[in-house]
């Protein structure tokens, strides 16, 4: 339903017809609901893989005042006309149309008929109070309200805000390798609101959701059209199903991940095998030894990066067949490997992009020359992934070298760097095709484990993301956070990103245990270098907490191993991730049920409060718990030193499985819990049809 005034300042409400007395889409703002603007876009990219862009506007004419001149209806859509002006006087025409494209998807598409307009702004009214989730995985807050949000597929940075660290990274390396806290590997422009509002956008362009003005929202979109779906629902998990019925949902995970932790290893032959004899001693279940360096290992100004070679180093992994055996005799586990789009032209690896080059299958630069992105201390070209002989060439190289080498599954990791000044093999402009690079990625990887015939146990992870990812990627990770317990870069923000990702269709995620980026310095005066930023044992055993509830349990070593505490750096450490690994298999039936949860509907596993408990506004303050599903709550120690924790239980009836305390509330309450490392707060919710089966399987690790 549809109520349009066309006098003074237009407007434009939507109401859904089974509810026609809520308005889900409100156009009633001054200056009216479609504004257009003229603008020459200023793009400042530091293309590293650790890399950032700024996109903005420069000598923007904006035409805000809008008239609505005809409005007609055909019974299946409406259909409207007029123009906008700016304040000089220039006008330009405009169409826009409403179409119901399903039972609760109404499909707005707006052209601006002038080619000298190349911005489309469309402005609504937001309720009082009202929350906005999603956006993709954004790291530092769940809630937008009050946020500008780039809708950019890039690296989220390191430091993120955090203070001192992002002043000392943007120094030594520049203002946008620090990030902010709204850039992230995964930007989607759609979201869901607290009061059951739900909008998407189509388009792959970039855009920018305004979310700064109380009362309003403001999305510009750097095109001369714009098209998306408002969509209708009566609860967020309804919301979600309707999204990802169009966006696309993750497949079941593979059964083997739940037999144990991913473990990363690497260091060569020897010390792989000694890793394996200590998890095997130590009795800790795996699933699958993650060998990143496989290729050989990249020392570099960031630390040990892997050589972008995807050829087996067999000077670095001499006999790997009899490797791969004792990994499979000794623990049971599969062989995880990594790969990522770049292709490194370093002495002695370089194989690759010689052929890469040759052939024509890597980005160019506008003189035709392979485009060089600088990592670190070295240089590599990404490969063009608008040609089919790319793809097709790629899709062989992990058939062959990964899958051929008895690798299930891999880091399929960056996709965030394509250069907005590049050319492409098909012509497209790389504007257009940025955000949707990390879609093909992810779809060149699932090509691989589908013509091998493991589409069904093949695991990849991706770390980059756009809309239709999660109907492609099997696994999602939140990228590389530093070694810290904060919510700009740390632990906290892993958290908030797999909660703000399953607003999306993001139904699978996580992240490295412990985090990934430690930071050297050196001390004033002397060549002496210091860890400033690492990981301590603490940190690792409460992350790996927070990790055994969540889709997939996986270490990392980290950028910089020996500043980081590591999985064997003592024997009380392998004491307790075994514990942790035990906790992640004692609800693995559960997960499974709801991985294929997953599957039909586009839920996800890994629950923010609000999605759980939608008609309970208090729960949504508690950004840093989650729910598995309805059956299980989680409050993990996000703060160093602590050995109690105080959760937020809503009403009903709640099972602390290590004390055996029962709490019953008739509105929700918090509670105090004792939570030494290795007794992470955990509630059953006795309610749900699965509590007794969760209640067997935890009593049994009490």
């Known amino acids: 339903m549809a109520r349009v005034s066309t006098g003074g300042s237009p407007s434009l409400q939507i109401a859904h017809v089974d509810e026609p007395s809520r308005v889900i889409w409100d156009g009633s703002v001054a200056g009216g609901f479609l504004q257009g603007g003229a603008a020459e876009t200023v ?17 923007l004419v904006r035409f805000d005042a809008q008239t609505i001149d005809s409005a007609a209806s055909d019974g299946a859509a409406l259909t409207l006309g007029g123009r906008v002006r700016s304040t000089s006087g220039r006008t330009t025409d405009y169409t826009m149309s409403w179409t119901a494209v399903g039972p609760k998807q109404l499909r707005f598409q707006i052209a601006l008929h002038d080619r000298g307009v190349n911005r489309v702004f469309l402005r609504y009214r937001a309720d009082p109070g009202e929350q906005f989730w999603g956006f993709g995985q954004q790291l530092t807050y769940f809630d937008q309200r009050g946020r500008l949000l780039p809708i950019l597929v890039q690296e989220h940075g390191v430091g993120r805000g955090l203070p001192i660290i992002t002043e000392a990274i943007r120094s030594r390396f520049g203002a946008r390798t620090a990030g902010s806290p709204v850039t992230t590997e995964v930007a989607v422009p759609h979201y869901i609101s607290s009061i059951n509002r739900s909008l998407m956008l189509e388009s792959s362009q970039y855009s920018v959701f305004d979310l700064r003005t109380p009362g309003m929202v403001e999305i510009e979109q750097f095109d001369d059209r714009l098209s998306g779906q408002i969509l209708y629902g009566t609860s967020p998990l309804d919301l979600i199903e309707t999204y990802t019925g169009i966006a696309g949902r993750m497949r079941r995970l593979p059964d083997w991940v739940d037999d144990g932790a991913i473990v990363c290893a690497q260091g060569g032959t020897e010390v792989v095998r000694k890793l394996i004899t200590t998890l095997a001693d130590a009795h800790i279940p795996v699933s699958a030894l993650w060998i990143q360096d496989w290729t050989g290992v990249n020392h570099t100004a960031a630390g040990k990066q892997v050589q972008w ?8 992994y001499p006999d790997w067949a009899e490797l791969q055996n004792d990994l499979a005799t000794r623990l049971g586990a599969k062989t995880v490997l990594y790969v990522n789009p770049f292709l490194s032209h370093n002495n002695g690896y370089r194989h690759l992009f010689d052929i890469a080059a040759a052939r024509g299958y890597l980005v160019k630069h506008r003189d035709g020359t392979p485009y060089q992105i600088r990592s670190a201390s070295f240089e590599a070209g990404l490969i063009d992934l608008t040609n089919p002989a790319t793809r097709a060439w790629i899709t062989d190289v992990i058939k062959s070298n990964l899958i051929g080498n008895r690798a299930v599954g891999w880091m399929a990791d960056f996709g965030e760097a394509l250069p907005f ?9 790389p504007a257009d095709f940025h955000n949707r690079y990390p879609e093909e990625w992810a779809r060149i990887n699932r090509d691989a484990i589908a013509e091998t015939g493991h589409d069904t146990d093949g695991l990849f992870f991706s770390r980059s993301g756009f809309t239709r990812s999660p109907a492609i990627s099997t696994l999602f990770w939140v ?40 930071i050297v310095g050196t001390i004033p005066g002397t060549t002496k270098e210091v860890a400033l930023v690492r990981r301590t044992k603490e940190l690792f055993l409460r992350w790996a907490e927070h990790s055994a509830f969540t889709s997939v349990m996986r270490t990392h070593q980290g950028i910089s191993p020996a500043d980081a505490w590591q999985i064997d750096q003592d024997a009380d450490t392998l004491v307790q991730f075994r514990r942790m690994v035990a906790l992640y298999r004692a609800w693995a039936p559960y997960r499974r049920r709801l991985s294929a949860e997953a599957a ?39 703060e160093p030193g602590a050995r109690t924790a105080v959760a937020y239980l809503p009403r009903g009836n709640w099972y602390h499985p290590w004390t055996g305390s029962t709490y019953r509330h008739a509105t929700g309450a918090t509670v105090t819990v004792p939570a030494p490392i290795g007794r992470p707060p955990a509630f ?6 699965f509590a007794s089966e969760l209640r067997r399987s935890f009593d049994m690790l009490v």
């Open 43 to 59: 793009i400042e990219e530091n293309v590293t893989p650790a890399s950032g862009f700024t996109i903005s506007d420069r000598d």
């Open 309 to 316: 070679n995807w050829i087996l180093d067999t000077g670095h």
């Open 421 to 429: 000044d590049s050319v492409l093999h098909s012509g497209e402009n």
């Open 479 to 518: 990228g590389d956070q530093l070694q810290t317990w904060d919510a700009f870069d740390g632990l906290k923000s892993a958290i908030t990103g797999c909660l703000s990702g399953g607003i999306s269709g993001f139904s699978h995620v996580h992240s490295d245990i412990g985090g990934f980026d430690s």
């Open 600 to 638: 039909r509907t586009g839920y996800p596993v890994m629950r923010a409060m609000a999605l759980t408990f939608p008609q309970d506004s208090v729960a949504f303050d508690y950004q840093f718990q989650y729910t598995l599903g309805d059956a299980l709550l989680l409050a993990p120690v996000t």
């Open 684 to 689: 059953i919710n006795l309610q749900s049809a």
